[in-house]
Every structure is written in C-alpha cells, then in structure tokens.
C-alpha cells in the first residue's frame, strides 16, 4: 500500500511519502521548501495623504495585468497607515510600517507601539533599518526587542540587516552580518520573519550590489538561520532596469526598494518584472 500525505502550510510545502512494506512502515521525508516572494516599498519619510492616494490610483492602473509573481508591501509613515489601510482593502498590496518601539505602552514620547499599528492593519514592520540604527542609535539588542514586539503583535518583521563600505574594504562582511543576526535573533520566531539584506553603501546610491554577491550574502544569511523557509530579500539601489536580474538570482526571495518606490510607474515596472 502507497499513502501519500500532503500537507501545505504558509510557504513550505512538507510531502511525506509512508510506505508499507511487509507489515513494517518505513517513513521516507522530503522536505521541499518554496520561499513566498515579496516585493516591498519602503517610502521612509515621503508623501502627504493626496501623493499618497495619487500614488495608489497609478499603481492598481499598473497592476491591472499583471500575474502576481511575488506578494507586494508598501512600508510608509505612520501618518499613512490608515488611510492605506482603508485603501488597499481587498487587494494583493499589504501594508507595512517603518518602525515600532518594544514596548505596548508607556512614557516614550513620540513612540508606535505594536498595538497601534494593528489597530492599523499593518501587516509588516521594517526593524533595524540601517538609517534607524546610523541616526536613532539602535543597536542590535533594541533591534531584537523590536523583531519581538512585532511577532507579539503577529505582525511581520522585516529584519535589516547589512555593512558599510568600510567594513566591507576591511573583508569585514560576514562577521558583521553574522554578529547582527546572532544578536538580533534571540528568542525570535524564525516562522514570522523576513530578512533583508541592505548593504548600506548601495542604498540610495546608484551603486548596487553585484547580483552574484548579494546571492552570494543571502546565501550566508540562509545558513545562519534556521528556518530555511524564511524569505531574504535584497535592497540597496533596486531600479526598474536591474529587478530582473536580482531575482534570476536563487537565493534572493525579493527586494526592499527605497526611492524606485516612491514613483508608481518605476515601482509597477518592478512588480512587473
Ligand atoms: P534605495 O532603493 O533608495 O537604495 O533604498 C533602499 C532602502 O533603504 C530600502 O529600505
């Protein structure tokens, strides 16, 4: 007798083969995993409300035709999340915030909490984002308690990663990417997670990584964690013109895209690629 069980979860498919040989089981598992694609627009500190609405009327114009290859995030200010959260309703387009403070609530002026931000539908939340660790003094461990008031809250951090340009001359670029996760991952649920990884000297530069190079890292990334099944995307001077040959690449499961983002017709073109 030949049973053969499927069974389908998020974005890993797990097929066990039971096999019934002289009255013995013998269990043969194969575990294929199938990465979910995401494509995602960080906005940082762009748009009123009306470019906002602009930009979605020119968007869904875009999207019209297209197959969806890849699940698309939008990652926009605070000041956003409602009125995207009313506008997207319905679609393939997820929202997602930039930022959220470890704790639920208290005295921390200024701050979003992860309760907030689900009273928002955000679904996703950058965390670590270079320019939040080189400007706002986050360290890997506020990092990390970040990536976990996130899945508290079940929504999905988008875990940054990435080196300077002069850790990378120094042939630093392992150990630092591997130092962040380590401290970044402590008792983080790898089952709700996303990784980018965002050399800081590509992002807003024009200067991307070579494509062999960011597979290569994203590579690196995978063996450290251990879901295998997590999505790793990659960002730093993602443009209409180079999104094709990104994702040819095996390990890279999408792209965290800045300024391309901000226009609807160079992001269409990148959802579209
Ligand atoms: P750019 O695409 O503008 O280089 O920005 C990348 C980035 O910081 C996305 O988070």
Not at 189 to 200: F, K, M
């Amino acid at each position: 007798m030949f049973i053969l069980v499927i069974k389908i979860t998020s974005h890993i498919y797990p097929i066990q083969i039971k096999l019934n040989f002289i009255k013995q089981y013998y269990y043969l598992s194969l575990i294929i995993t199938v990465r979910k694609k995401i494509i995602a627009g960080n906005w940082k500190m762009h748009k009123t409300q009306a470019e906002a609405l602009e930009f979605l009327s020119v968007l869904k114009l875009n999207l019209a035709n297209t197959t969806e290859k890849a699940d698309i995030v939008l990652c926009v200010p605070f000041t956003l999340l409602s009125l995207l959260s009313k506008s997207l309703h319905g679609g393939n387009i997820h929202l997602g915030a930039q930022n959220i403070h470890w704790a639920n609530e208290g005295a921390f002026t200024g701050e979003i909490s992860g309760s907030m931000l689900v009273d928002l539908n955000a679904n996703y939340v950058i965390v670590g984002h270079s320019e939040r660790r080189q400007y706002f003094g986050e360290t890997d461990k506020i990092v990390n308690e970040k990536v976990i008031a996130a899945q508290y809250h079940k929504i999905k951090p988008i875990l940054c990663v990435g080196e300077t340009k002069k850790q990378r001359d120094a042939g630093e670029v392992e150990k630092v990417i591997v130092k962040q996760l380590e401290q970044s991952l402590v008792n983080v649920d790898q089952g709700n997670l996303v990784i980018a990884y965002e050399p800081i000297w590509a992002i807003g530069t024009g200067e991307t990584c070579n494509v062999l190079e960011a597979n290569r890292i994203i590579g690196i990334i995978r063996e450290q964690v251990t879901n295998k099944g997590i999505t790793i995307q990659y960002g730093g001077s993602v443009t209409p013109k180079n999104i094709s040959e990104i994702m040819t690449q095996p390990n890279i499961d999408g792209v965290l895209v800045g300024g391309a983002s901000l226009n609807p017709l160079s992001f269409s073109e990148i959802i579209n690629y």
